[in-house]
């Protein structure tokens, strides 16, 4: 509950904050494709980036 709470409150300072310096989703290496009518886009790099942060948390916590 404490992680799940951690991460509504990230989201919701990322959602009214969207000027901070930290820009995740617009990071060099989420693709974008752009087209007439649609874009896709694929966060590649948050994604592994936040994977990243949370494997390191999770191995911190479990080694106590």
């Not at 989201?11 to 959602?15: A, I, N, S, T, V």
């Given at each position: 509950m404490i992680?799940?709470?951690a991460l509504f409150l990230t989201?919701?300072?990322?959602?009214v904050f969207p000027k901070l310096p930290i820009r995740l989703g617009r990071l060099p290496g989420d693709i974008v494709i752009r087209g007439?009518?649609?874009v896709f886009?694929?966060?590649l790099m948050t994604s592994l980036l936040l994977?990243?942060?949370f494997s390191?948390?999770?191995w911190?916590?479990?080694?106590r």
């Open positions: 992680l799940g709470a989201g919701l300072l990322l959602y007439k009518n649609s886009y694929f966060p994977s990243l942060v390191i948390l999770l911190l916590f479990r080694r």
